[in-house]
């Protein structure tokens, strides 16, 4: 069965240092798809990064970077020179398959704070 | 264009009653979702639909129903609303052939059932 895991409830990072939240996760597909969301205070869910199983190379969107080791399944997601409009709740999620409509679940979550 | 609609955005209900939360998208989207989360928790997938017509449960399905209207629009029903089901909705699609079907959210429904 799925199952996303962030053992990180809180995390505190200092501004413009960069920081890791952590991911890992348990499949048994060969093919599936990894996303890190952001949720601001104000409720909305904002997709920031992908990484496909079989991308060899680690996905980056701007300040955003995954670090995707397969063979330990995790799935970090690093915020390089952190801002103050970074502090919100970040969920890393998991899709099995290859196209859209398949399952996808999400972690429980962390909360980065950005501190000035 | 207004990607993923939610309505209502606030709800109260008394238990028992039913109530049916609408979702619609212009994306062109095949693949929508329901989510609930909770509280300081994430997100737990209720129902899903990987394209018009079909429709499959999710981790926590007890309590709701779905419909997949068309290709558009992804319902969700409470039947006898029970005050476990207080949570916030959110309704989501993805599909872009060949893309990374990433999940495009609604802004959510803050239902309270008391």
């Known amino acids: 069965a799925q199952k996303i895991t962030q053992t990180q409830p809180g995390m505190f990072v200092q501004e413009k240092e960069a920081v890791t939240l952590d991911c890992t996760y348990d499949t048994s597909d060969q093919s599936y798809g990894l996303f890190w969301y952001k949720q601001p205070s104000s409720g909305e869910m904002i997709f920031l990064i992908y990484q496909g199983s079989y991308d060899e190379q680690n996905a980056t969107e701007g300040r955003y970077s995954l670090n995707f080791q397969k063979a330990r399944k995790s799935a970090n997601l690093v915020i390089s020179a952190s801002q103050l409009g970074d502090s919100a709740m970040y969920f890393c999620?998991?899709?099995?398959?290859?196209?859209?409509?398949?399952?996808?679940?999400f972690g429980a979550g962390t909360r980065l704070f950005v501190k000035a | 264009n207004a990607g993923v609609t939610q309505t209502p955005k606030f709800q109260v209900l008394k238990t028992g009653q039913s109530m049916t939360l609408q979702c619609a998208q212009d994306m062109n989207h095949n693949s929508m979702y329901w989510y609930r989360q909770d509280p300081g928790m994430g997100l737990r997938l209720i129902y899903y639909?990987?394209?018009?017509?079909?429709?499959d449960k999710g981790e926590v399905p007890n309590g709701y129903n779905v419909s997949r209207l068309n290709k558009r629009e992804f319902s969700l029903r409470l039947e006898s609303a029970a005050p476990s089901q207080t949570s916030v909705y959110f309704c989501?699609?993805?599909?872009?052939?060949?893309?990374?079907?990433?999940?495009?959210f609604g802004p959510g429904t803050r239902l309270t059932v008391t």
């Open positions: 989501a699609s993805s599909g872009a052939p060949g893309g990374r079907y990433e999940q495009y």
């Open positions: 639909s990987a394209s018009e017509g079909t429709t």
């Open positions: 999620a998991m899709r099995e398959g290859n196209t859209g409509g398949f399952k996808t679940i």
